[in-house]
């Protein structure tokens, strides 16, 4: 289980970007987190992942536990061995290593190299389409074909818990949906948990148990995705289901709204 | 005819040296986008650990210079977590003078310990030319050839399988992603500058057991530059192949040309044929192509 109890995150020494994120993903579970752009949606993962020390970045306020264990002053490297996988924005595959390599990037950490193999297999049986470009430059792939690539890569390291951040980004509707199921069949069959961040807040909200809205640096409402899905003003600003016209942003709303209690 | 080949194979065994020093460059460039000014100490030292092993100490070659092998991979971390680590996320033109600078400070300490003057290595391979259909070569050209060769299989073979190697051109590919599969970057660095200085060290060795030793071999650190910006700065076959056709102008230009110049061809030809093909091919001949998708 992953917790985020109260994280503050600040860029080089004073740009506050998270004033106070708390969230959690229980095991094996699917969680949305959602929100418009320069939310911090990136931020949260990197500082789940370690990798926000890279870019100057600090957890500099409350503490980030996965299975009890503090990981906020962990190395990247640290926290991937514990079981936490970052697929990134925009997929970053290796572009001049092939499909195979790529795959056994993603296994670097693994102790037990001898399964590298059959979990290759494993990678290709839920993304059938790269075992035929397995020996395929991965810069000349296709967008979604990168993307599974991103996935697969993850998968090759057998972690406990995946971070995808924006796998629909420039995808095709129906490539969307595809990769969307295999998502929901790897955290069946795998029992990986799973943190998602989307644009596409109605694809995340299908497969996730539970969803977090995040706006400036703070989680704002939160709750299982059904409701998120039921709820006006999600529908309004996150779901696309807005009339055309009306630009609020979602803050007003809740300042109209203050009195009422989100979701309970 | 006869001298034609003779010039092609001395020019292979030249450039087989600079396909190994070339190779230690772009492997540094390819992993951490620095330019090591260095590069041609490191063969200078290579060649004289193993020559004041195998003079001074008395232990026999194969083993010294297996012993410089090891002693160059210590060599390789050393200047990596000294001088480099520190470095990591300052302006990669620090970066460049700091290796300038470290270029002046182990050629100093080679002054220091070993003298100026050239010294020669016993004779391990034999000078006694051998016959091969209608020309004659001598041994120690052969035995250089086969033996860089080899060393330049096994890092091929190294950079294409094992995981490191795999970690290597992924973290030259994308730093980031790379640090995301949980790879060390610093030990990717590490590895780099080990492996620059081993082949460095070969290359030195080697040398030295064809003409002997002395401070200018340094200078096969900027000799090396055409090669590699033709072979593309971030290609490791590029520098190898690079390498052998630079080694190979050069002694075939000097050969025939020098008679008519008074000397110094050799310097320039490869320079003259670097611009030539960067006019036709800006990126060298195996640099990476940027893969631009959208
Ligand atoms: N390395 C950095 N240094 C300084 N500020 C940063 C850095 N990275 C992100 N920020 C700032 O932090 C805020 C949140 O960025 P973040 O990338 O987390 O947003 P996001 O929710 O992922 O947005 P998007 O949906 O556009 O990807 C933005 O205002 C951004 O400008
Ligand atoms: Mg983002």
């Known amino acids: 289980m992953l917790v985020l109890n109260n994280i503050e995150v600040i860029y080089n020494q004073v740009i506050l970007v998270l004033k106070g994120v708390s969230l959690e993903v229980p095991d094996g579970d699917i969680r949305a987190l959602l929100g418009a752009n320069g939310a911090g949606k990136t931020t949260t993962l990197k500082a789940i992942s370690g990798l926000l020390k890279e870019e100057d970045g600090e957890v500099t306020d409350g503490s980030i536990e996965f299975n009890g264990e503090r990981i906020d002053k962990k190395s990247a490297e640290e926290i991937v061995k514990l079981g936490i996988f970052q697929v990134m924005e925009g997929r970053r595959v290796f572009e001049h290593l092939t499909v195979e390599e790529n795959l056994r990037a993603g296994a670097y950490t693994r102790k037990d190299k001898k399964n590298v193999k059959s979990d290759m297999e494993m990678v290709y049986s839920y993304f059938p389409r790269l075992r035929d470009l397995r020996n395929r430059v991965a810069g000349y792939l296709s967008g979604g074909e990168q993307q599974m690539l991103a996935i697969g890569r993850a998968l090759m390291a057998r972690p406990k818990l995946m971070l995808l951040d924006e796998p629909s980004l420039g995808l095709a509707p129906l490539l969307v949906k595809e990769i969307f199921e295999i998502i929901q069949k790897i955290n069946k069959e795998e029992g990986v948990g799973i943190l998602i961040v989307e644009q596409n807040a109605m694809a995340a909200l299908n497969i996730a148990s539970y969803g977090y809205i995040m706006e400036n640096g703070r989680i704002v409402m939160d709750g299982p995705a059904e409701k998120l899905k039921e709820n006006p003003d999600v529908k309004e600003f996150y779901l696309g289901l807005t009339e055309v016209g009306k630009k609020k942003s979602f803050r007003e709303v809740k300042h109209y709204k203050r009195r009422k209690r989100w979701l309970t | ?294």
């Open chain 2, 1 to 294: 005819m006869q001298y034609f080949v003779q010039l092609l194979v001395t020019g292979l065994v030249l450039g087989s040296v600079y396909a190994m020093v070339a190779l230690g460059f772009v492997l540094i460039y390819k992993s951490s986008s620095v330019i090591n000014f260095a590069q041609g100490e490191l063969v200078l030292i290579g060649a004289y650990m193993a020559l004041w092993m195998t003079v001074s100490l008395h232990i026999p070659f194969l083993i010294s210079f297996v012993l410089t092998l090891v002693f160059a991979v210590i060599l390789g971390f050393a200047i990596e977590r000294l001088f480099l680590r520190p470095m990591i996320g300052e302006p990669i033109l620090s970066v460049i003078m700091l290796t300038i600078g470290l270029s002046a400070f182990l050629k100093g300490l080679v002054i220091i310990l070993w003298g100026t003057e050239t010294r020669v290595f016993p004779e391990i391979f034999s000078q006694e030319p051998v016959k091969l259909g209608f020309v004659r070569i001598s041994q120690v050209y052969i035995w250089s050839l086969v033996l860089s060769i080899i060393f330049l299989v096994i890092f091929t073979l190294f950079f294409k399988y094992t995981d490191i190697g795999i970690a290597m051109r992924a973290t030259a590919d994308d730093q980031t992603a790379a640090l995301s599969m949980g790879i060390s970057v610093k030990r990717v660095f590490a590895m780099a500058w080990a492996v620059a200085a081993v082949v460095a060290a070969v290359g030195g060795i080697l040398l030295g057991n064809i003409n002997g030793i002395n401070i200018s071999v340094a200078q096969f650190g900027l000799r090396v530059f055409p090669v590699v910006i033709l072979g593309g700065l971030d290609s490791v076959p590029g520098a190898i192949i690079g390498g052998f056709i630079i080694g190979i102008i050069e002694n075939l230009a000097s050969g025939y040309l020098d008679p008519y110049f008074g000397g110094g061809v050799r310097e320039v030809a490869s320079f003259v044929v670097l611009v030539i093909i960067l006019m036709i091919k800006p990126y060298g001949l195996f640099g990476l192509e940027r893969i631009e998708r959208v």
